[in-house]
């Protein structure tokens, strides 16, 4: 269950399970992050909660999204009274329909990030087979006909299609409708199509888009989740003490710069040996603590937590590389566009990014879970990143501050390199160049 910072009444932060807020502070605080994000606007996008008494929360009408507090937060009685400081929102009448469709959703999102616009009033639907794990988190997406915002024509347009089972719906010349269990995890959702739109819509701008098959899809039924053998900590360390605030430090900045998103995005950091800690599964990334992250101990899990699924890699390249002690798994969304086209990325753009990224080998889809061994063969001083085929990044550094450097560089190349394929054609470092550059920041090795 993740957790939540709020605020008690002399502003001091504190943190709950997200599942024990109340439904307004819920809103306020998934308001917040699409807002943040920028995928709603300051009137635009709705957020609703149906409580176990049968009653509907939701943000209010007319109210600036960007400033929502709880107080603004609007309950429909189940007997039709409203109560709060505000009108409910103008689309309560969809989510009321999708409540009165499907009895086990208990939370409906609505926003108009401009990614899925762009693919609604296209007529469109983005791929769910860009990258893995994609189906499991999202579902089957489909397309309800245009009708007028508010208007009980549209929440019957809506409701139709999540009376299917269908709990992610694009709508005509509009935005996304997501019904979930929790706001959470419709925001979950919500936060993963998003990515997926951006990241078709970038990639179609670069070259010929590969979404996976079949097949590969069925291949990761191969990646499950992980049920080591645990042993019970007798203690923590200074140095892991230390480890482990860095760690939870970057792992917020990354999600800021949206580098890693709720739900995905593995760090780790070597302790002594090949043990280390790494992030957990299915634990929000934004308000991650330092106890949340897992100890790894030859091969153990640290009892009663559960490591990323990739632990089994982490733990192999640093059984094979002495000079990595930090791996960071991500999907930047500049740099993905190069994993899910047949364009390849080339570091020669600046000085700093050879320096830092020197050659990136890209490796087929499945890799880093079919052949855990001949990934972790692939990572040297010469390249300190791998790219997996439709599914991620993997960023090595002698410590996690560089690898961070490395992820972030990446990232900032790769934006480079799209937004200069606008301009022209692009003229890379030269190779007399490049020899200048190995021996002059001793490079050669």
């Known amino acids: 269950m993740p957790l939540a910072v709020i605020s008690d009444s002399e502003g001091k932060v504190i943190f709950m399970k997200f599942d024990f807020l109340?439904?307004?502070?819920?809103?306020?605080?998934?308001?917040?992050?699409?807002?943040?994000?920028?995928?709603?606007?300051?009137?635009?996008?709705?957020?609703?909660?149906?409580?176990?008494?049968?009653?509907?929360?939701?943000?209010?009408?007319?109210?600036?999204?960007?400033?929502l507090t709880r107080k603004d937060i609007v309950c429909v009685k189940a007997n039709g009274t409203v109560e709060g400081i505000h009108r409910?929102?103008?689309?309560?009448?969809?989510?009321?329909?999708?409540?009165?469709?499907?009895?086990?959703?208990?939370?409906?999102?609505?926003?108009?990030?401009?990614?899925?616009?762009?693919?609604?009033?296209?007529?469109?639907?983005?791929?769910?087979?860009?990258?893995?794990?994609?189906?499991?988190?999202?579902?089957?997406?489909?397309?309800?006909?245009?009708?007028?915002?508010?208007?009980?024509?549209?929440?019957?347009?809506?409701?139709?299609?999540?009376?299917?089972?269908?709990?992610?719906?694009?709508?005509?010349?509009?935005?996304?409708?997501v019904g979930a269990g929790t706001l959470f995890k419709a925001f979950m959702s919500f936060e993963t199509l998003d990515f997926c739109a951006r990241l078709e819509i970038a990639a179609n701008r670069m070259g010929s888009v590969q979404f996976l098959s079949q097949r590969q899809l069925a291949l990761t039924s191969q990646k499950k989740d992980l049920l080591p053998e645990t042993f019970r900590p007798t203690g923590v360390s200074s140095a892991e003490r230390a480890a482990r605030r860095e760690m939870v430090e970057l792992i917020h900045r990354a999600y800021t710069q949206r580098l890693i998103s709720s739900s995905q995005g593995t760090f780790s950091n070597r302790t002594n040996g090949s043990n280390f800690i790494i992030t957990p599964v299915n634990l929000d990334r934004k308000y991650l603590q330092v106890e949340d992250l897992v100890r790894i101990e030859n091969g153990k899990c640290e009892l009663g937590k559960f490591p990323s699924r990739s632990m089994r890699l982490h733990q192999k390249i640093y059984e094979k590389c002495p000079e990595i002690n930090s791996i960071i798994i991500a999907h930047p969304p500049s740099m993905m566009v190069f994993a899910v086209t047949d364009v390849p990325f080339d570091s020669r753009t600046i000085p700093e990014s050879y320096i830092l990224l020197r050659a990136i080998t890209k490796m087929p889809f499945g890799s880093n879970f079919l052949d855990i061994d001949g990934t972790a063969d692939q990572l040297s001083a010469k390249t300190p990143i791998v790219m997996m085929s439709n599914d991620c990044f993997i960023v090595t550094g002698h410590t996690l501050l560089s690898a961070f450097d490395r992820l972030e560089v990446a990232e900032y190349s790769a934006k480079a390199i799209i937004s200069a394929r606008s301009l022209g054609a692009i003229i890379s470092i030269n190779d007399c160049q490049v020899a200048e550059l190995e021996k002059a920041f001793h490079l050669e090795s």
Not at 36 to 45: C, D, K, N, Q, R
Request: charged letters at 20%.
């Open 22 to 67: 109340h439904p307004a502070d819920q809103i306020v605080m998934i308001m917040d992050r699409i807002y943040a994000h920028g995928m709603t606007t300051t009137s635009g996008g709705n957020l609703s909660v149906k409580d176990d008494d049968g009653d509907i929360w939701i943000s209010p009408a007319g109210v600036d999204k960007g400033s």
């Open 88 to 177: 409910p929102s103008s689309e309560f009448p969809f989510h009321k329909s999708i409540y009165q469709k499907r009895a086990d959703l208990k939370a409906v999102l609505h926003a108009h990030p401009p990614a899925l616009v762009a693919f609604s009033i296209v007529r469109k639907m983005p791929s769910i087979d860009l990258l893995p794990d994609i189906r499991e988190v999202c579902g089957q997406v489909a397309m309800a006909e245009y009708g007028l915002p508010g208007s009980v024509d549209l929440g019957e347009k809506i409701a139709e299609k999540f009376s299917k089972g269908i709990n992610s719906v694009l709508l005509e010349n509009h935005g996304i409708v």
